[in-house]
């Protein structure tokens, strides 16, 4: 679950194995929902192996927020911190092993970690890095035209085009599929300015 903290937060190791216990993992198939939006969180998501994304439904559409990989973590943090319904859907794109910590047990080793002093430090460069991430998507939604982000994608976040399926990013990018495809064919004939 928190694996992903113990390269960078070694000290805190002992917290980490003692919640060991309490995790349960799961081999989800693509497709699967692990929080349906309007549902509450129950669980903090870790993914060991496998691809999952965010979305919204809008007037019949998904409207994909955000892609999560190997070794990240995840939830619906207003849903899960504030006991509200979720805004997003959390779905797997593709066979994913993960793993659940249920929220009494993030909220218990929250409590127990609040008294070391790193992790204080934790917490703010992990929320650092967060709003960083999603202030650039809302910077780029706004000032860049989807062929733009597009590139963005292709230049520095290569495994997202390689892994998820093609409708998803267009769904991203908020565009059509047919939209995506004409942006890939000027790629292709090498019109890299659009």
């Not at 965010?54 to 892609?67: A, E, L």
């Not at 999560?68 to 849903?79: A, C, K």
């Not at 599929?177 to 064919?185: A, E, M, N, Q, Y």
């Amino acid at each position: 679950m928190f694996f992903h903290f113990k390269d960078r937060f070694p000290q805190l190791n002992a917290y980490w194995d003692r919640y060991l216990q309490f995790q349960k993992r799961v081999e989800a198939p693509a497709k699967t929902v692990l929080l349906q939006e309007g549902k509450i969180s129950q669980h903090y998501i870790f993914i060991e192996k496998g691809c999952v994304r965010t979305f919204f439904n809008k007037n019949g559409d998904d409207k994909t927020v955000q892609f999560f990989f190997e070794n990240e973590g995840l939830s619906s943090f207003d849903s899960f911190i504030n006991n509200v319904p979720s805004l997003f859907t959390i779905e797997t794109i593709e066979p994913s092993v993960i793993y659940l910590l249920p929220k009494q047990q993030v909220l218990r080793l929250i409590d127990e970690l609040s008294h070391e002093p790193d992790f204080a430090q934790m917490i703010l460069q992990m929320t650092a890095r967060r709003q960083m991430h999603y202030i650039n998507e809302f910077v780029s939604i706004i000032r860049d035209s989807p062929e733009q982000r597009y590139l963005h994608l292709l230049n520095e976040r290569p495994h997202i085009i390689q892994r998820v399926p093609q409708h998803y990013i267009a769904s991203y990018l908020g565009v059509s599929k047919v939209h995506l495809s004409r942006i890939k064919s000027k790629l292709a004939k090498g019109k890299l300015h659009f």
